[in-house]
T-cell receptor, first 115, second 114 residues
Framework: AQKVTQAQTEISVVEKEDVTLDCVYE???????LFWYKQPPSGELVFLIR??????QNEISGRYSWNFQKSTSSFNFTITASQVVDSAVYFC????????????FGKGTRLSVIA | GAGVSQTPSNKVTEKGKYVELRCDPI?????LYWYRQSLGQGPEFLIY????????DSGLPNDRFFAVRPEGSVSTLKIQRTERGDSAVYLC????????????FGEGSRLTVL
């Protein structure tokens, strides 16, 4: 069975601070995919990143970076120099066979960035 | 250049009534997913279509829930004899490439059962 745990329910930071959102996953498969989605107040989930289980290289995209560590079954997401527009709920998700099995989402972390 | 469109955006109904929620995916996307999101929770999978057929309906909670996609484009989620526990936001997503797992979500239909 697959499971995604986001232990942080809510985080509040002051603008320009760095913030890390934690994600821990469980799966029995050796091939799987991890995702992060952003859900702004409008409600529409927006895809941020997909990572497969064979690629542990960390990724950076602008102010966003992701740290994938199979040894601890974690896929953490860091926002550098946070901005008010980063305020949203962020979901980590897992698929045991990308696209062919549905994504299993964590409960999300609500990030509030205060000006 | 429309994204995934869902109607209605809000639906209030009484317990026991029948409800239909519609999803219009991005043109050309063959995969279509329905998820349900309760307050403070992550999206919960209901059903997914590949073309016209339901490839996986294991997430439907019971036989009051049914979904169709007769022409491989628009999909309708149907809920019979609604219960208060059905209140949630129902999200639809579509995908062009199964191998990327990147889903494009609509803004959801908020269902409230009184």
């Amino acid at each position: 069975a697959q499971k995604v745990t986001q232990a942080q329910t809510e985080i509040s930071v002051v603008e320009k601070e760095d913030v890390t959102l934690d994600c821990v996953y469980e799966t029995r498969d050796t091939t799987y995919y991890l995702f992060w989605y952003k859900q702004p107040p409008s409600g529409e989930l927006v895809f941020l990143i997909r990572r497969n289980s064979f690629d542990e290289q960390n990724e950076i995209s602008g102010r966003y970076s992701w740290n994938f560590q199979k040894s601890t079954s974690s896929f953490n997401f860091t926002i550098t120099a946070s901005q008010v527009v980063d305020s949203a709920v962020y979901f980590c998700a897992l698929s045991e066979d990308s696209g062919n099995t549905p994504l299993v989402f964590g409960k999300g972390t609500r990030l509030s960035v205060i000006a | 250049g429309a994204g995934v469109s869902q109607t209605p955006s809000n639906k209030v109904t009484e317990k026991g009534k029948y409800v239909e929620l519609r999803c219009d995916p991005i043109s050309g996307h063959t995969a279509l997913y329905w998820y349900r999101q309760s307050l403070g929770q992550g999206p919960e999978f209901l059903i997914y279509f590949q073309g016209t057929g339901a490839a996986d309906d294991s997430g439907l909670p019971n036989d009051r829930f049914f979904a169709v996609r007769p022409e491989g484009s628009v999909s309708t989620l149907k809920i019979q004899r609604t219960e208060r526990g059905d209140s949630a936001v129902y999200l639809c997503a579509s995908s062009h490439n199964l191998n990327t797992g990147e889903l494009f979500f609509g803004e959801g239909s908020r269902l409230t059962v009184l």
